[in-house]
C-alpha cells in the first residue's frame, strides 16, 4: 500500500470512528426523548448508526491487526534464505507511528508476500537466517511459517533500537 493511501485510510478511520461516537451519543439521546414522548425508535438514524460502527469496526481492525495494510516504504535490504526458496525484503518508512521498519518474507516459488516484522524507532533492521524457516531480525527469532512480531501487541519490549544493518 502507497504512503498516501495509507495516511488517507488513516484519518478516514479517526474521522468515521469520531462521527460514529457522535452519532451514537445522538441516538441515546433520540431514544430517551422518543421514549419519553411515547414514540417508536428512530430506526433511519438507528441504521445509519449501525453502518458506521462497522465501517469503523473494519478500518480499525486493518489499522492495528493487519501488517498487510501497511504503507510499503522504501526498500533497505534483500536477504535471501539458505535453501533459497525465500526472500526478505527490509523497507523503512515514516508516517503516523513514527520512523518505522518492516520486513516482508517472499516465497520465490509462488510469489507470496506476507509480512513478518513490524517495528518502531527502526530503520534498517540486521537480517540474519538461522536455519531454513527461521530468522532473527533485530532482536526477534521468528519462525517464518507461523511467526510475526508488532512492536504494537510487544508490552515486555523496552523499545529500544534493535540491530541495525552494517
Given at each position: 500500500?502507497?504512503d ?20 451514537f ?30 465501517l ?59 509480512t513478518?516484522y ?13 536455519s ?35
Amino acid at each position: 500500500m502507497n504512503d498516501t493511501l495509507y495516511q488517507v485510510l488513516f484519518f478516514m478511520f479517526f474521522i468515521i470512528s469520531l462521527t460514529t461516537i457522535i452519532t451514537f451519543i445522538i441516538l441515546v439521546i433520540r431514544i430517551i426523548i422518543s421514549r419519553s414522548r411515547g414514540r417508536s425508535l428512530p430506526q433511519k438514524h438507528l441504521f445509519y448508526s449501525i453502518i458506521l460502527l462497522i465501517l469503523s469496526l473494519i478500518l480499525g481492525y486493518n489499522q492495528y491487526f493487519n501488517l498487510e495494510y501497511l504503507p510499503s516504504g522504501v526498500l533497505n535490504a534483500t536477504i535471501t534464505s539458505p535453501n533459497e526458496k525465500y526472500v526478505i525484503k527490509t523497507y523503512h518508512f515514516d508516517g503516523i507511528y513514527g520512523d518505522n521498519a518492516k520486513a516482508v518474507l517472499i516465497n520465490l516459488s509462488n510469489g507470496d508476500e506476507k509480512t513478518i516484522y513490524f517495528n518502531h524507532s527502526d530503520y534498517d533492521p540486521k537480517v540474519e537466517w538461522l536455519s531454513d524457516d527461521k530468522v532473527k531480525i533485530g532482536v526477534e527469532k521468528l519462525n517464518i511459517h507461523k511467526d510475526t512480531y508488532d512492536y504494537r501487541w510487544d508490552f515486555e519490549s523496552s523499545r529500544t533500537l534493535p540491530p541495525q544493518r552494517s
